[in-house]
């Protein structure tokens, strides 16, 4: 089945310890999300991709930064985690540009200790 | 700035009822609006799309409609099972910002 896949589904690092998570899609679709969802609240998107161009949200913080090294993958890297980035980290993507219908990952879950 | 609200946060319901789930957006300048469903500690399953110029769309037993004019949308679930407790989020797509704008969903629990 054509699907969202996102590794690892849990992810425990160290405060200030560099970590990436990794999303990848069969969909063959063009645009690709980021969003951190912490508990209760609703997700907030980091990023996408559209194609090769990077959208970066203007409230996004600089430890935050992506890669999307062809169609089929892209990857969060966290440059120095803190505590505060204890999240559910879901990956998505639509068929052409923000406005078509998302498809959701599984998530990861990220634990900083 | 867009902003989405679900009312309220949490809902129980007994098996068999049917039930309606709110939201409202304040900016009516939409293009779609998406219904999702989210199990704990999972993430996001859409459920449905309307786009702008429609009212309404329909997948099994359930049914959302869209009344862009008042800023609102519901989603109609029949017969509820408890297979069907989640939280349920919505979602707007708005052209201004080109992004989808969240409420913070409704958890639905179904009782036996």
């Known amino acids: 089945d054509a699907m969202v896949i996102q590794n690892p589904r849990y992810q425990v690092t160290q405060f200030g310890k560099p970590v990436t998570l990794s999303c990848s899609q069969t969909?063959?679709?063009?645009?690709m999300y980021w969003y951190q969802q912490k508990s209760s609240q609703a997700p907030k998107l980091l990023f996408h991709?559209?194609?090769?161009?990077?959208?970066n949200e203007a409230d996004t913080p600089d430890n935050f930064q992506s890669r999307r090294p062809n169609t089929s993958f892209c990857f969060l890297d966290i440059r120095s985690p803190g505590l505060g980035d204890a999240a559910m980290y879901l990956c998505?993507?639509?068929?052409?540009?923000?406005?078509?219908?998302?498809?959701f990952g599984p998530g990861t879950r990220l634990t900083v200790t | 700035k867009q902003e989405v609200t679900q009312i309220p946060a949490a809902l129980s319901v007994p098996e068999g009822e049917n039930l309606v789930l709110n939201c409202s957006f304040t900016?009516?300048?939409?293009?779609?609006l998406q219904w999702f469903r989210q199990d704990p500690g999972k993430g996001l399953t859409s459920l449905l799309l309307?786009?702008?110029?429609?009212r309404e769309q329909t997948s099994g037993r359930l049914n959302a409609s869209l009344d862009k004019s008042s800023g609102r949308s519901t989603l109609y679930i029949a017969a509820s099972q408890p297979g069907d407790s989640a939280t349920y989020l919505c979602a707007v797509f708005t052209g201004a910002n080109s992004k989808l704008t969240f409420g913070k969903g409704i958890t639905l629990s179904v009782r036996p």
């Open positions: 969909l063959n679709h063009n645009v």
């Open positions: 900016d009516s300048a939409i293009y779609n």
């Open positions: 991709y559209y194609d090769k161009d990077f959208n």
């Open positions: 998505a993507t639509s068929r052409e540009a923000p406005g078509y219908e998302q498809y």
């Open positions: 309307i786009q702008s110029s429609q």
